[in-house]
């Protein structure tokens, strides 16, 4: 029981490092949404038309469309490969037209800027798929609060990557395409080595106490990102126009980015404690155990074992009948009946259920025009007169922020509050 103890709580500390990693690549994965901080420059420094611009815009979010491929690689490679391809692209996309930015190349061939941004586009539908699916698998009672973590800091991004370079550089163009380039391979290098797909509990009243521990410390990390929003707000309204206050702002975001490993760090000491707590009270029963009786219960304890294992083996037999006997009538069972919504489902399942194409016919009107307004935002700020417009680029991302996390929480609450409890088949079987 201790060791199943120790490996329980090792193994909380090991998912929420890595689910704190994943918030930190999901805050700087939404780069392709930095398009309108940069657009100006690419259209002057390649004589670009208007409508050669936006054609620019639709090729980076081209390589969006292209995120299937995440899909079908997630099923196939670990976590870390999954991070490392997404990286290296960004590296290679966001690299590329940071050096035509920064005018240290020629400005390439259109088609090859298409190329490039096509590249940058794609290689966070890499990060995001792995993260999201990780991180699902990880948490697989409190999806809603996950997703809208997640996604929230996607939206938030754009802020992170224009307040941080406004502070930090003024909100130069090539600045910014440096540190999209670089910041995220970084960051994905390090959640390489803590983020992976953890064994989930098998023991009920365990998966219970885990479950409503998750609730707390959600709430903690949801209380942090709210934090960090409203900082990044501050920043914006108040403390652009000075340097002191810039330089502070950046300090005072990376603690804010470092504070939720407080929440994997607190379950690594309570592990050590108890760890420490059942040592001693090895040590103490050790002291306090006589010698003659345990030399005289020598031959009853052996008695005793000796008939429990007969009993245990005629047990396990008759469990281990019954298992085959579910796993067959399981087998059997799937093969007749779709999975149910929260389920694993295969591609072809995918396409075939009507939640999917609901969603999809939903994204395909809705979506497009969010990121027409956001690879325009530039262009329009120019029009009316702004010469920066950075601030309206990072108001849009908080906004947006508010509006992800927002939907997460509301939409978990409203499933466990009104809809009923989905109860597995395996459980009818074994009644």
């Given amino acids: 029981m201790g060791a199943a103890r120790r490996s329980s709580g090792d193994s909380q500390a090991g998912k929420w490092l890595g689910f704190v990693t994943a918030v930190w690549v999901q805050s700087i994965s939404g780069n392709n949404y930095t398009f ?5 420059a690419l259209k002057s420094l390649m004589g670009l038309t208007q409508l050669q611009l936006n054609n620019l815009s639709v090729a980076k979010d081209v390589g969006k469309a292209f995120g299937i491929l995440a899909g079908l690689a997630c099923d196939h490679l670990p976590t870390s490969v999954i991070l490392l391809v997404g990286s290296l692209e960004g590296l290679v996309g966001y690299g ?3 050096l035509v930015v920064g005018q240290s190349i020629r400005p ?5 800027m298409c190329i490039f941004l096509c590249m940058g586009g794609n290689s966070t539908t890499w990060m995001n798929t792995a993260i999201l699916v990780t991180c699902l698998r990880n948490f697989r009672k409190n999806r809603g609060p996950v997703s809208g973590i997640l996604k929230g800091y996607v939206g938030l991004s754009t802020a992170i990557f224009t307040d941080v370079c406004t502070a930090l550089f003024s909100a130069s163009p090539s600045s910014l395409l440096l540190m999209v380039a670089l910041v995220p391979a970084a960051v994905c290098l390090t959640a390489m080595l803590f983020l992976r797909e953890m064994p989930q509990l098998t023991d009920s009243t365990e998966e219970e106490e885990e479950d409503r521990e998750e609730g707390r410390y959600f709430a903690v990390i949801d209380g942090v990102a709210v934090v960090v929003a409203v900082y990044l707000l501050a920043f914006d309204l108040c403390g652009r126009h000075y340097a002191v206050v810039s330089r502070s702002f950046a300090v005072g975001f990376l603690f804010l980015m470092a504070t939720p490993l407080g929440v994997p760090f607190h379950l690594w000491f309570r592990s050590l404690s108890a760890k420490s707590r059942e040592a001693s009270a090895d040590v103490e029963a050790a002291r306090n155990t006589p010698l003659l009786a345990g030399e005289t219960g020598i031959t009853v304890e052996t008695s005793k074992r000796e008939d429990g294992s007969a009993l245990a083996k005629e047990a396990n037999k008759g469990t281990a009948d019954a298992n085959v006997w579910v796993d067959a009538t399981e087998a059997t069972e799937g ?4 999975p149910a919504l929260g389920e694993e489902h295969t591609v072809g399942e995918v396409a075939r259920s009507a939640d999917f194409w609901v969603l999809f016919v939903s994204f395909l009107c809705g979506v497009g ?3 027409a307004v956001m690879n325009n935002m530039g262009q329009m700020g120019l029009a009316m007169g702004y010469t920066d417009v950075s601030i309206f680029i990072s108001m849009t991302s908080i906004w947006g922020f508010f509006g992800r996390i927002t939907s997460g929480t509301v939409s ?3 499933l466990r509050s ?5 109860i597995p088949l395996r459980h009818w079987v074994k009644k």
């Fill in 412 to 414: 978990e609450h409203f």
């Fill in 335 to 338: 093969r007749r009946r779709r």
């Fill in 369 to 371: 025009t969010g990121l």
């Fill in 36 to 40: 309108s901080n940069y657009s100006d």
């Fill in 108 to 112: 390439l061939p259109y088609w090859q």
């Fill in 418 to 422: 009104r809809s009923p409890p989905i």
């Fill in 96 to 98: 590329v037209q940071w």
